[in-house]
């Protein structure tokens, strides 16, 4: 499965990271942590920066990091030096602070979710944010735009429902990266046409919308998945598990579903997909993480244990699953069954797992701590290096690792960047 995943995205740098969850939308990295004699990152970062309210992650693209936020009624892409943090560019268009439907949790969040996706083959780069604007940039024209859509307007999601018995109603807008697959810019609009769309990324002409017709879902991006030769992605709607066929004459057609309906509409890990296995995660009434196999004749449940990923999408590693929600997890993936947990992280958290079998995780209100994988410690947590009081407010954005610097961001759209040893 990920050799076959890797022949659909342009060649990149290794140690780039373009994608919602880095350069194989996985959480993997081909980078090492750099630690060494009980050294990694200094407490002093390289530089910071402050780019606009928003849970939106960065990506990096050779010596250019590109980070969304909101400020002064406006979205701003931001081209900034990766080595310095200086301005090389920005781009800016009008936006709200919240989606045009917006319910609940408004202290949690503002400006745009959604992480930007890069495509290597035409350096076009795609933003969407909260209230619906998808606008592709031409990265070398100064964020020139080549193309913008209104989804709302155009394929008409109404506000979320709510969903579930226990929970009131949450509407965050739209939060999901936008996915280049080939020619074709995947995007989960929701409403009439689809809940997912797929545009040509070359000129935003709608190629075609899916079966499915869901509310869009609230995680953070879709996952690329080949069922028996067939090319797919899931996506996580508001009600349900959706694997969405991509061969040629079955566009958009649904191959299998499961239903995963958690209270407030809140399924925010993403899907996470491993040769044939899905792995899907909440809290609130779900409250599990269930592993299902797919195939041609769907969605079958492997196992499902009581041990959820509330915010964090889960990171699978040799024959581990990873996931950072108040404690750090390591999960055996053949049964579910822990193999250890410890520190403290809180409700927000995100992780990536580097070439050395090592955790790089961000969380709680800005703690960054490097943890070892379960190659070295099989059987307990071990915590390697940690900095504390990093921000002070949700580290809800994604953690990036890229040509060896530690890439931190909160919701106020602070950022800053540590230089790994030996970079």
Not at 6 to 11: G, R, Y
Request: charged share 20%; proline share 6%.
């Amino acid at each position: 499965m990920r050799l076959g995943f890797l022949l659909f995205i342009p060649a990149l740098l290794a140690a780039d990271w373009p994608h919602w969850r880095g350069p194989t939308r996985d959480g993997l990295t081909p980078e090492s942590s750099g630690y060494k004699a009980e050294r990694w990152v200094a407490k002093t970062p390289a530089w910071s920066a402050s780019v606009g309210e928003g849970s939106t992650s960065p990506v990096v693209v050779k010596d250019r990091l590109y980070v969304l936020g909101h400020a002064d009624k406006q979205d701003t892409l931001w081209c900034l030096n990766l080595a310095t943090g200086k301005e090389e560019w920005k781009a800016s268009r009008a936006a709200p602070l919240h989606g045009r439907h917006h319910r609940g949790d408004e202290v949690l969040y503002s400006g745009p979710s959604s992480t930007p996706e890069y495509d290597g083959a035409t350096g076009f780069l795609y933003t969407l944010s909260c209230d619906g604007d998808l606008v592709c940039r031409d990265t070398a024209r100064r964020g020139a735009v080549v193309w913008s859509i209104d989804l709302y307007a155009r394929h008409g999601m109404k506000q979320r429902p709510k969903v579930g018995v226990g929970g009131a109603q949450r509407d965050y807008g739209y939060t999901t990266a936008p996915l280049v697959y080939r020619d074709w810019l995947l995007v989960e609009a929701g409403g009439k046409d689809g809940t997912l769309i797929a545009y040509d990324k070359r000129t935003g002409k709608k190629v075609w919308g899916s079966a499915c017709r869901d509310f869009a879902g609230h995680t953070g991006g879709p996952a690329l998945i080949t069922v028996e030769g067939v090319p797919c992605v899931v996506v996580l709607t508001t009600l349900q598990v959706v694997v969405i066929r991509l061969d040629a004459r079955h566009e958009g057609e649904t191959l299998g579903t499961y239903p995963w309906p958690t209270e407030f509409a809140n399924n925010i890990a993403s899907p996470v997909v491993h040769g044939d296995a899905v792995l899907i995660s909440s809290a609130y009434n779900m409250n599990a993480l269930v592993k299902l196999r797919a195939t041609k004749d769907g969605l079958s449940k492997v196992w499902q244990v009581p041990y959820p990923s509330k915010a964090c999408t889960p990171v699978v590693h040799k024959g581990s699953v990873y996931f950072a929600w108040q404690k750090v997890h390591c999960l055996d993936l053949e049964t579910g069954k822990p193999r250890w947990a410890g520190g403290v992280i809180g409700d927000p958290g995100s992780c990536v797992v580097t070439a050395d079998d090592r955790l790089v995780v961000w969380g709680h209100n800005g703690r960054l701590i490097l943890v070892e994988g379960a190659g070295r410690s099989p059987r307990e947590y071990r915590e390697l290096a940690r900095l504390d009081r990093v921000f002070g407010i949700h580290a809800w954005p994604h953690v990036v690792l890229a040509s060896g610097r530690v890439v931190c961001k909160d919701r106020r759209g602070n950022l800053k960047c540590f230089v790994v040893p030996g970079r």
